[in-house]
């Protein structure tokens, strides 16, 4: 079964890093590229970055660009999102989601990661 | 970056009544040589991640119910809930795959009136 499979809810404090896992499964992982969408509670979809897992490169949104990596294992098929200098307003839902080759959104979810900082 | 304005921001519609939701971009999305809007289309229910319902404006994903249906072409976009149905509700967001970054309306809630 096609699914990605994040890790658990952080809890951090300001000035600290997360980093978030995705894990992928059922699907050939450096086929399609994975991109990272932030949620704050109650808010709209805002899209971080994209990771091409067959070359490692990464493009980010001009918001995150300064503090955020993203890095890919091919042999454990696991995506990593890091984003560090956390504040208060990083406060939100972390997604994972893959685009496939015939086209650029995103036809699979992970189930989203909160993070929290306090 | 591409803007995508989205209206109404919410709206409550009774059942087996008809939702439309609009969607605008800043900029033309339409690819030419292809003839293809490099537009989609998610529903995101509580506690759920967005679920993929279009992509290309108008090509319904597998399992996507056909009283949906996507529509429109270079900036203007709708979305339509022919009769809409109680497992209906949830934020319906636009988003264009044209150029990066990708982007994202603001979303539209869809309630029963």
Known sequence: QVQLRQSGAEVKKPGASVNISCKAFGYPFIDYHIHWVRQIPGQGLDWMGIMDPKNGRSTFARSF????????ETSTTTVYMELRGLTSDDTALYFCARDPPDHDAFDV?????????? | DIVMTQSPDSLAVPLGERATITCRSSQNVLQI??????????????GQPPRLLFTWASSRESGVPARFHGSGSGTYFTLTLSSLQAEDVAVYYCQQFYSRPWTFGQGTRVEVK
């Open chain 1, 109 to 118: 979810w992970g189930q989203g990661t909160m993070v929290t900082v306090s």
């Open chain 1, 65 to 72: 660009r300064d503090r955020v990596t993203m890095t890919s």
């Open chain 2, 33 to 46: 040589s292809s003839r293809k809007n490099y537009v989609a289309w998610y529903q995101q229910k509580p």
